[in-house]
């Protein structure tokens, strides 16, 4: 199966009415701007909703609920939750209580629609700023491709850890940084699909050009991320680079498209007593 260069991303690219090229010139926003955009976030809707072979669901997902694991009788804090699909499952699944955080106005009203009826919290908070207050109340904390939008990664795992209690389990996915490093997609010759990777040790913000805006995302790579989260309290449990599972794809061609490059990294990790 030939794929697109842009279908390499996390969530793809699709090319949308009116589309117009960035202005290379404009300014880089900060994902909670990104993701407080309407034009912006219907785009992203129109993506996740539209995905024939959504990578968030046929590989970043899976891997989380694995890593989650029973979580019956658990109570969950979600930090990014965006629209709450996740929460939704968790609850579904006997998880006693979910806390979804997000910053974004558009997210939370949606994670609201999705919760509705169930007994799931949601609430609005910037997590570059954000302190919480529930300490020690949760056995789990998950946070989906939400981090890489995040610039002080090392305060929040400060809170992150305070919330849990001891022994309590974090679970959380990034872009992988195989893509964070830089974004430029490759097409070679031979029909397959390829990533550039440039940079990969430099450290730091990154512009991602997507859905006709700039956002700005905070590379990490894979030893950076483990440093942060042993040197805040926490022991690293498993790691996964997103390798695609067969059972997860309908079809054979869909998975080894997938083979290629790495989407995302998984990281599950307990906090120290
Ligand atoms: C790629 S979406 C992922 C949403 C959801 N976790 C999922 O997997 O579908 C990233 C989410 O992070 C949220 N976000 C980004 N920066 C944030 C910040 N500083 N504070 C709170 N939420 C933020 C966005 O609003 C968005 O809902």
């Known amino acids: 199966m030939t794929m697109r260069p842009d279908a390499l991303r996390l969530v793809r690219d699709t090319q949308h009415e ?8 404009r300014q880089a926003v900060d994902g909670l701007a990104f993701f407080s ?26 891997i989380v609920r694995s890593f989650l694991g029973d979580v019956g009788g658990r109570a969950v804090l979600d930090l990014g939750c965006g629209e709450a699909f996740l929460g939704r499952q968790l609850l579904a699944a006997g998880a006693a209580h979910y806390l979804g ?21 949601v609430e609005q908070h910037d997590l570059e700023r954000w302190c919480g ?8 904390v998950v946070s989906c491709l939400t981090f890489q939008y995040v610039a002080d990664l090392p305060r929040l795992f400060e809170i992150i850890r305070h919330h849990l209690k001891p022994g309590g389990v974090l679970v959380f996915s990034v872009e992988h940084p195989v893509m964070t490093s830089s974004y430029h997609a490759l097409a070679p010759a031979d029909g397959r699909s390829g990533w550039a990777v440039y940079d990969y040790f430099r450290h730091g913000s990154r512009d991602d050009h997507w859905l006709d805006a700039v956002v700005r995302k905070h590379h990490r790579t894979i030893a950076q991320l483990i440093d942060i ?4 309290g926490f022991d690293l449990d498993r790691l996964s680079e997103g390798e695609p599972d067969r059972a997860n794809f309908e079809t054979v061609q869909g998975y080894e498209a997938r083979l290629d490059v790495p989407i995302c990294c998984v990281l599950r990790c307990i906090r120290r007593a």
Do not use: N
Not at 43 to 53: A, I, K
């Open 18 to 25: 009116g589309d117009v090229p960035v202005d290379p010139s």
């Open 37 to 62: 955009d309407a034009q912006i976030v219907a785009r992203y809707r129109t993506l996740r909703s539209g995905l024939e072979h959504d990578p968030a669901e046929t590989i970043e997902q899976p």
């Open 133 to 140: 207050g529930l300490i020690g109340r949760f056995d789990m």
């Open 101 to 121: 955080i997000d910053g974004s106005p558009l997210m939370v009203a949606k994670a609201r629609q999705t919760l509705a009826g169930t007994g799931g919290i």
């Open 229 to 232: 989260v042993r040197g805040h």
